[in-house]
């Protein structure tokens, strides 16, 4: 009796190699890369990473995907936004139906297409990476917003510290300072229309405080016989 081999032609093998050629046409998710970000509309035009396999085994580049809505973590009114450039890698995810009507209307409805897992019906999620483009630095210990490449940080450790680090760091709002405010470079600022009030008792050490470049722990003043005051003391 002869071996039996999947490769001889056959019913079955018939039925294999048709559902093999209709599955090698079926879109769910790939790699991509950015090749343009539209921040209006935060929408990607990205090529896709992996080329297409065609039913007699060559490969073949797919095109380039456009007016790709961009994931960014949003929800109720907050969201977390960056500029994407050219070069980034994510995550494409082709959605099985038409959504071309939900991206203009924002309304669910029937899709304006009976297409089936399209690529003109891509998504893109930013951030999955592939290991040439994985950055350095990663840190155990705390959740990290950071800059790949610069001094901008923002770290919080499971003890509840949290550090800032970056070339500048401005305030526009009002701040309120419930603990101790520690400061190790100096302070400088300016008091603005309102001035400068401080409230309760300061002590001072180890330096001169100045006021219009007068000394106030060492002045003196005319008394009124026309000579001087000893400085102040404790």
């Given at each position: 009796?002869?071996?039996?081999?999947?490769?001889m032609p056959?019913?079955?093998l018939?039925?294999?190699?048709?559902?093999?050629?209709?599955?090698?046409?079926?879109?769910?998710?790939?790699?991509?890369?950015?090749?343009?970000?539209?921040p209006d509309?935060?929408?990607?035009t990205?090529?896709?990473?992996?080329?297409?396999?065609?039913?007699?085994?060559?490969?073949?580049?797919?095109?380039?995907?456009v007016?790709?809505?961009?994931?960014?973590?949003?929800?109720?009114?907050?969201?977390?936004?960056?500029?994407?450039?050219?070069g980034?890698?994510?995550?494409?995810?082709i959605?099985?139906?038409?959504i071309?009507?939900?991206?203009?209307?924002?309304?669910?409805?029937?899709?304006?297409?009976?297409?089936?897992?399209?690529?003109s019906?891509a998504?893109?999620?930013?951030?999955?990476?592939?290991?040439?483009?994985?950055?350095?630095?990663?840190?155990?210990e705390?959740?990290?917003?950071?800059?790949?490449?610069?001094?901008a940080?923002?770290?919080?450790?499971?003890?509840?510290?949290?550090?800032?680090?970056g070339?500048?760091?401005?305030?526009?709002?009002?701040?309120?300072?419930e603990?101790?405010?520690?400061?190790?470079?100096?302070?400088?600022?300016?008091?603005?229309?309102?001035?400068?009030?401080?409230?309760?008792?300061?002590?001072h050490?180890g330096?001169?405080?100045?006021?219009?470049?007068?000394?106030v722990?060492?002045h003196?003043h005319?008394?009124?016989?026309?000579?001087?005051?000893?400085?102040?003391?404790?």
């Amino acid at each position: 009796m002869g071996t039996f081999d999947e490769d001889m032609p056959s019913a079955e093998l018939a039925r294999s190699n048709e559902m093999r050629a209709e599955l090698l046409k079926v879109r769910t998710a790939f790699p991509g890369i950015v090749e343009s970000f539209d921040p209006d509309a935060r929408t990607v035009t990205v090529r896709p990473a992996i080329d297409a396999v065609l039913a007699d085994g060559s490969a073949a580049e797919l095109p380039l995907l456009v007016d790709v809505p961009v994931s960014f973590p949003m929800g109720g009114p907050f969201v977390i936004e960056w500029p994407l450039k050219r070069g980034d890698e994510g995550q494409v995810i082709i959605n099985d139906r038409c959504i071309d009507g939900w991206f203009v209307s924002g309304r669910n409805g029937p899709p304006m297409d009976l297409r089936l897992h399209d690529l003109s019906d891509a998504t893109f999620f930013p951030g999955i990476c592939s290991l040439p483009n994985v950055p350095g630095g990663f840190d155990m210990e705390a959740l990290v917003i950071r800059q790949i490449d610069g001094l901008a940080k923002f770290r919080m450790d499971s003890g509840g510290n949290i550090e800032v680090d970056g070339a500048l760091l401005t305030v526009k709002c009002p701040a309120i300072f419930e603990k101790l405010l520690t400061y190790q470079a100096g302070m400088a600022g300016q008091g603005g229309g309102a001035g400068t009030t401080i409230r309760g008792d300061m002590d001072h050490s180890g330096g001169t405080i100045r006021s219009n470049g007068v000394s106030v722990d060492g002045h003196t003043h005319i008394d009124s016989m026309g000579g001087e005051t000893q400085e102040p003391r404790g």
